[in-house]
């Protein structure tokens, strides 16, 4: 009796926590996006090389929220990149909007307030980069339902001091309280009855490059975690353009690099895009994707780290029920060429591929656009490897 009464009081306890705290449960993302470069020099003078533009973006993840009447929100540079354009405030905070940041269309009536564009009390790091400068305020004035769908909040100006990419160095979002990580833990958005949402920073694991170069993709999500078959690795992309494929590394010591699997980009994208890979090596690892483009450029994530148990397993196909590709992991110890074949529900086969096996993991995706939905059997024709696996394709 005494353990369901204490139940009761601490799940009557959250609730009144939470009813007092005026938090909703509705949560919001912010990113920085849409890179435009000028290589000329914005005032002639120097020391200034050329300016960048940047926007932040918001949205609702899922259900709207309505009447967002106040926006705490900033952003982060590097001062050994970059400059404020002159004429903007700095080391003093502004009621006035800064010269250099713009609000936009959907946010007509808003105010960026009391901003403080080059307060030199930060020195985090992040993504690889280390960021001295923070420019923060208030959004106020106006109302705004945000929906599901990326909408524009402000456009900044900054003057670039580099001449090699990235010109500008980088930016990222300050983060919120359920950001990922959160070194500013202030930054939300409240209704008209002062009820505030956490709002998810996407650009912040990754940081944005200021550069001259077209950005093929942007990254919004990139994480690694342990499952009962390995480290997954995810990731997830806004948009592409010129992309290639994806190249998953792992690394035991941080510094040296190995394949784990490769997997075909989008090429061009203007939607969001999910990405997986598994990888069934155990033990402490470093994890990151290097993104190369149709032009054989490349650009890499932030590390992930993950520390797997060893499990016992040679063999694991995902994703389950499948759609228009099955992944196939194969871990083993020796060097064979077979072939990976799938046959429908009345035993026709209906996809073959060739796949080299060496020693260690080794990952495959199999093609399955085209195939109705169904019950399918993969199989490999060398009856060493003991693959006979029966899945599903839903459409």
Known sequence: MKKHLHKIILLTSLIILSVSTGIKAQVAEWRLNNVVYSSVDPDG???????VTFTMQIHAVSTSIINITGISTGWSWQSANAMLPTGAPCGTNSVAQPSNI???????GFTY??????????????GGQTFDRRSAGTIDGGTITLTSTWVDVFTVTLWALGNVSPEAGYVVINSSDIGTPAPFATYALSDDQANEYAVNSLTYAVPLQLTSGALPVLFTKFDASCTGN???????TGSEFNSNYFEVQRSTN??????VGNVKAAGSSNSARNYQQLDLTSGPSFYRIKQVDQDGHASYTSVARTS??????????YPVPARDVLNVVIQTDRSLKTQLVVYDGIGKLVRRMDASIISGNNNFTLNLRGLSAGEYVIRSSDPSVNLDKKFTIVR
């Open 102 to 108: 713009t609000m936009s269309a959907a946010f007509t």
């Open 254 to 259: 941080g510094t040296d690099w190995t394949v």
């Open 113 to 126: 307030n009391n901003v403080n564009e080059c307060s030199g009390s930060v020195n985090f790091s992040t």
């Open 308 to 317: 797997c148990e060893r499990k016992n397993i040679e063999l694991v196909i």
């Open 45 to 51: 003078g120097g020391p200034a090389k050329g300016s």
């Open 230 to 236: 390995g480290a997954m690795i995810r990731w997830s």
